[in-house]
C-alpha cells in the first residue's frame, strides 16, 4: 500500500559498530531491569514474611523466669498469703502470711536475690496476712508500707498487731493508708487501688486492699481476704471504671478460695484467664471450698493452689508477650 512514507524504526544499516553498541547497551539495560524487578520482589517477600511474623507470635513457651520482667510469685507459705511482684526488678510483697512461715518467705526473697522491697503491703491486719512481717522487715528492708484504712472500731488489738507497727517504725519506712482509686507504680507497671470502698466494713477481711496491677496489657488483680459484700461494692462501682477494667488476666482468688468470695457477679467481670488460691494443706477452714472452686473452673482450667502445687508463678514475657505458669511442686 502506497501513502504515508514508513517511519524508519530500524538502525541505520551501514553502520554496524553503532549496531554492535546498540544491541550491547539493550542487554545491559533488560540486565539491570532484571536485577532491579528480583531485589523488589526480594524486599517485597521480606515485608510480606515481616507482617506475617507481627501478627503470628509463636507459642512457643520455652521462656524462663529470668526472661519474665513481670512476675507473680504465690509463695507456699500454708495457711495464709504471701505474694511476691517483681516488674523490671523491682519487688512487691503483698502479704507475709503467719509468724512461722517468715523465714520461709525470707529464703524465697533471697532466692529471688529480693535485697530491698519498694513496697511492702499489708491487705489487712490479720495474722495470716501481716504476722511474717516484723521478721521479714528486719531481714529485707522495705521502702515504703502500704496499708487499706481501716475504721477504728474494727483496728485489731493482738500481740501480732502490736509487733507489725513496731516493726513498720523500725524499719523507716515510709508509711501509707491507701484508699480505692490511688494510684502508685512498680518498674514500668501501674498498680490502682480498686479497694476497699466501703469506708464502715464491719469485718477486717471486708478493708482488704484490693490491688489491680497492670504491665503491658496483662493485668493481676489481688484481692487480699475481700469477701462478697465488697465484691458487690467493687462491681457496683466498676459503672465508673473504664471498659473492662476488672477484667484480668490472672487472680489471686479471694480470702483463701473460701465460698465467702469470688462471686458469680465479681467473677463475671473479672473473667480469669489464670487462678492462684493460697491455703494450707488439710486447713481447719476447709479452703478451697469445692463450689468456689467450680465457679472459677467455668472460666478456665487454669486454677493453680499452693496446698497441692507448692509455690506458684506466673510469668509474662515482655519481648514475645507470652504468658505461663509454673509451679514448685510439693516438696518432701
Ligand atoms: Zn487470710
Redesign the pocket.
Known sequence: MAGKPKKNTTPNQGNSKNNIIYAIVVIVLCAVALFAGRQEQQQQEQTNSLQIFDGEIPQNDNFTISDAEFQVHMIDVGQ??SILVMADGQAMLIDAAESKASSAIISYLQAQNVTELEYAVATHL?A??IGGYPKVMGAVKPKNVIESICPESILPTTQTYEKYLKAIEESGAKYQALKAGDTFTLGNASITVLAPISEHASSLNNTSLVLRVQYDDVVCIFTG?MELPEEKTLVASSVEMPENFLKADFLKAG??GSDTSSGADFLAKVQPEYVGISCGVDNKYGHPAQSTLEHLKAYTDEVHITAEEGDIVFLYDADTRQKKIVTSGKGE
Open positions: 495464709g498469703d490479720h495470716d496476712h481476704d480470702h483463701h
